[in-house]
């Protein structure tokens, strides 16, 4: 069964600060995206990562791929309260099924 | 990218009752699914539904409890049946667009069942 996993699940951090969030799968898959949830709302889409190496940046985030590590990185850069909510990873199989990671809950403290 | 609308946005139900929730979405699409976001939780696929063909149900999900229609490349229709408290959720619908199988989400309906 295909597992996405996604740490650390809470993150409480201070504005001003750096942070990654790491999501990693067991599928060979080559492409993850990144979500944004925020309370009571919908998924917002991030990031697409389409292959090994891939890099995007939208502000302070920035989302990196390694396929071969089955690894993708979320990093904050001196972080501001409105990117306090809740981020998901996902990966595409085969198929169009989309796998969820188990999401990571940021909350960054004035 | 797509407009995606759902309705209900929230109700609150009596257990045994039953709910049809609605995805309409603004433009033609291929693929339609749908979720379930139990409080404080992943994403779970409840199920696929592509227009003209029965939906694709994932393992622990069966057609009996979320009866799904797909009349067109607009629209779709998930039926939460026979409710419980367990029941109780965000239900999303989404579509998939573009060249890279981004999916994109409706505001949800959030579900309560008394």
């Known amino acids: 069964e295909l597992k996405v996993e996604q740490n650390p699940l809470f993150l409480s951090m201070q504005e001003g600060k750096n942070y990654t969030i790491y999501c990693n799968y067991s599928?060979?898959?080559?492409?993850l995206y990144w979500y944004r949830q925020d309370p009571g709302k919908s998924l917002e889409s991030l990031f697409v990562?389409?292959?090994?190496?891939a890099v995007k940046q939208e502000g302070r985030l920035m989302a990196s791929l390694d396929t071969k590590a089955r690894l993708s990185t979320l990093h904050i850069t001196a972080a501001v309260h409105d990117l306090s909510a809740t981020y998901f990873c996902?990966?595409?199989?085969?198929?169009?099924?989309?796998?969820f990671g188990t999401g990571t809950s940021l909350t960054v403290i004035p | 990218s797509a407009v995606i609308s759902q309705k209900p946005s929230r109700d609150i139900c009596q257990r045994g009752t039953s709910l049809t929730i609605q995805c309409q979405v603004d433009?033609?699409?291929?693929?339609m699914f749908w979720y379930r976001q139990q409080p404080g939780q992943s994403l779970t696929l409840i199920a696929t539904?592509?227009?003209?063909?029965?939906?694709?149900?994932e393992s622990g999900f069966v057609i009996d409890k979320f009866p799904i229609s797909r009349p067109n490349l607009t629209f779709s229709t998930l039926t939460v049946s026979n409710m419980s408290p367990e029941d109780s959720s965000i239900y999303l619908c989404?579509?998939?667009?573009?060249?890279?199988?981004?999916?994109?989400f409706g505001p949800g309906t959030r579900l309560t069942v008394l």
């Open positions: 989404s579509v998939e667009e573009g060249d890279y199988n981004e999916q994109f």
């Open positions: 599928t060979t898959s080559d492409r």
């Open positions: 990562l389409l292959s090994n190496g």
């Open positions: 996902a990966v595409d199989e085969p198929g169009n099924q989309f796998y």
């Open positions: 433009s033609q699409v291929t693929m």
């Open positions: 539904a592509n227009q003209g063909s029965e939906a694709t149900y």
